[in-house]
């Protein structure tokens, strides 16, 4: 009998340690990130740092703004292209296609998910970027904003790097959000076309209202993942450290500085601390965007719901 | 004079034949109350009205609805146009997830009012016909799912109102309310009955008695009887229809014998409930419980085709039902 308590005891405890060692994780990561990232803080301002553009390592300058910049524009664009798609997507699965559509598209979908991103990357390279190469030139002297190309295009540039991200989004954006569409009640859309609403509107006005802060979360969740996103993203945008004035000039983004070069002329001074402080810096930018975006959320939630 | 007439109604869901060669007529500008022990067909029936019946699967639906000069049923007519006819109160009320003064203003919104004045004052015209606008005049821009059940449901009445429909097609509208406010629903109805045509689909034979004019009476998707509400009410002229006003302060019958058919398929609960029936002696009580919903109408029908009486058939639950039958041949 008291064996049995005690058992039950430890499996209590044995699943709060559990539970606690992995949210103390995060804390445990971004203090390791902290303390390695302290000598290139102490002899450099964080103002130079953050804000510098120019990279030369070899006589201790290390400007992170294009890599910043680069990991933030290959982001939104792929969220561009990703949200409008699988938000569609989702939509037209849940609301209008018949069930054997859905039973062949949605496991096609789910297998999206599961490729290895270096297998995108790989992809990206071999269609993504010949692509962008190829339609560059047409924006040549178009005069638009962030659409100029300049000049002699490689196709390894932002823009491969946000539909090659883009690519990589979507299944979990549309896998997520068309359950959110499905949990919607039916007596919401009951609601909604008794009073005559046709089923676009009805879709509009009250199924995607009731769905918000799911598709809210599913984009969180969609973000999380593109920002984070390393392998593919290296492969497809040129790795050139400059601040890019088009979609279609090479970028460099925090992930791919990171893994391409650490380990690597580890010899030179701050260089490692100046690493692992892009590391710090894009886990900041990962928290303050999704807890950013969660506060959204909790507002849309209480104009709803109260 | 008749607002609604039904012409050979039948509705099928798959193989489950729900409402049977329905013909009738609904009088314009009184209320008419559709009763039926659960399972009968009148949910059915109102959702043939505004044609909701077409977002469930598998529903088909045969015969004519003619309302004024529309033909509800045919395939070109618009359905927006038919919903925007009938205003729906359901069973549970459903706001939508905006502000008070957004769930009114969304059907008007829809049918093309967009100057801010004019909504406002729908908003209010509407939810004072309601009943709800003294109650929430100072906080239009709150939460509609803030308010009380009672007050959500004269939200889903002020709402349905503000598309300006002839008919008012309520779903047991007062299932899901507590007594007080169902009153006030009650209370609503009647007074706005001399301005439209108002259909309850009810099984509380006291409301029907409170509020109607006219009655229908389904049971097992056959119309059995209708007909003003007093002549029908207190003194019907169908034994089914006795029956089921009086079954509903009927005491439990002793059955003679009971079978459990849960989780039998049709034919099976079918095929159980002959072979019990068939062991016992004329004259005795047979008590089914099933819980496959197509048992619920067939089995019923297949005794009664087969000579026996079918005394009760009622809801136990959510899931299971109690079907009693008397031995006869």
């Known amino acids: 009998m008291n064996f049995r308590r005690l058992k039950d005891a430890f499996a209590g405890r044995l699943m709060l340690a559990a539970a606690v060692f992995s949210s103390v994780l995060v804390f445990i990561v971004a ?224 992930t791919a500085l990171i893994a391409n070069n650490y380990g690597e002329m580890m010899s030179i001074p701050l260089y490692d601390s100046a690493l692992l402080l892009a590391a710090l810096i894009l886990m900041l930018i990962i928290l303050f965007s999704t807890l950013g975006a969660r506060l959204i959320l909790v507002r849309i939630e209480r104009r709803m719901h109260g | 004079m008749s607002h609604i007439t039904i012409q050979n109604l039948s509705a099928f869901y798959g193989d489950h034949h729900a409402l049977r060669d329905i013909t009738v007529e609904i009088p314009e500008k009184l209320i008419t109350a559709i009763i039926g022990p659960s399972g009968c067909g009148k949910s059915t029936l109102l959702k043939c009205f505004n044609r909701l019946i077409d977002l469930t699967d598998g529903a088909r639906v045969s015969g004519k ?78 939460p509609a799912s803030k308010l009380s059940i009672g007050q959500q449901q004269r939200l889903c009445l002020a709402r349905g109102l503000a598309v300006e429909p002839e008919i008012i097609l309520c779903d047991e509208p007062t299932s899901a309310l507590d007594p007080v406010s169902s009153q006030h629903i009650e209370q609503q109805l009647l007074k706005l009955k ?71 398929m049709c034919p099976y609960n079918f095929v159980y409930a002959k072979q019990a029936l068939h062991a016992l002696e004329k004259g005795k009580i047979l008590k089914l419980i099933v819980d496959d919903p197509t048992a619920v109408t067939e089995v019923p029908r297949g005794m009664e085709a087969g000579g026996h009486e079918v005394v009760s058939v009622r809801q136990q639950n959510k899931t299971d039902w109690e079907i009693i039958i008397r031995k006869k041949s």
């Open chain 1, 31 to 254: 203090i390791a990130l902290y303390l390695r990232s302290e000598p290139i803080l102490e002899v450099k301002s964080l103002g130079e740092l953050l804000l510098g553009s120019a990279w030369l390592p070899s006589q201790s300058i290390f400007g992170f703004y294009p890599f910043i910049l680069g990991t933030v524009i290959v982001t939104a664009l792929a969220m561009v292209f990703a949200i409008p798609l699988s938000i569609l997507s989702a939509v037209y699965l849940a609301e209008y296609a018949n069930e054997r559509l859905k039973s062949i598209v949605l496991p096609l979908i789910d297998l999206l998910a599961g490729i290895p991103p270096v297998v995108f990357g790989v992809f990206g390279v071999l269609a993504v970027v010949p692509l962008v190469a190829g339609i560059a030139p047409l924006f040549k002297d178009s005069g638009i904003p962030f659409l100029n190309g300049g000049g002699y295009a490689t196709g390894y540039s932002v823009l491969a790097g946000g539909i090659v991200l883009a690519i990589m989004v979507f299944p979990i954006i549309i896998s997520i959000s068309y359950e959110v569409f499905k949990a919607v009640p039916f007596e919401v859309r009951e609601a909604s076309l008794s009073l005559g609403a046709t089923r676009w509107q009805t879709i509009k006005h009250a199924v995607i209202r009731t769905a918000l802060p799911g598709i809210a979360a599913a984009v969180i969740l969609g973000f999380s993942r593109a920002i984070g996103e390393t392998m593919a993203v290296l492969m497809v945008v040129g790795n050139v450290v400059k601040i890019p004035s088009s979609i279609f000039d090479s970028t460099y983004p925090l």
């Open chain 2, 65 to 142: 609805i003619i309302v004024g000069n529309m033909d509800v049923l045919n395939g070109g007519t618009d359905v927006t146009d038919v919903r925007r006819r009938m205003g729906l109160l359901p069973q549970k009320p459903n706001p939508l997830p905006m502000s008070i003064y957004d769930n009114v203003a969304y059907g008007p919104r829809l049918h093309g009012v967009k100057e801010k004045k004019k909504l406002d004052e729908i908003v209010e015209k509407y939810l004072k016909i309601g009943g709800l606008w003294d109650e929430v005049r100072d906080r239009l821009k709150s």
């Open chain 2, 194 to 264: 001399n301005d439209y045509t108002i259909v309850i689909v009810t099984h509380n034979i006291h409301q029907a008695m409170r509020l109607a004019d006219y009655v229908i009476h389904l049971y097992l998707g056959e119309l059995v009887e209708h007909g003003p509400a007093n002549e029908v009410l207190e003194n019907p002229k169908e034994e089914r229809t006795r029956a089921y006003i009086n079954g509903t302060f009927l005491a439990d019958v002793k059955a003679d014998q009971e079978i459990n058919l849960k989780g039998n």
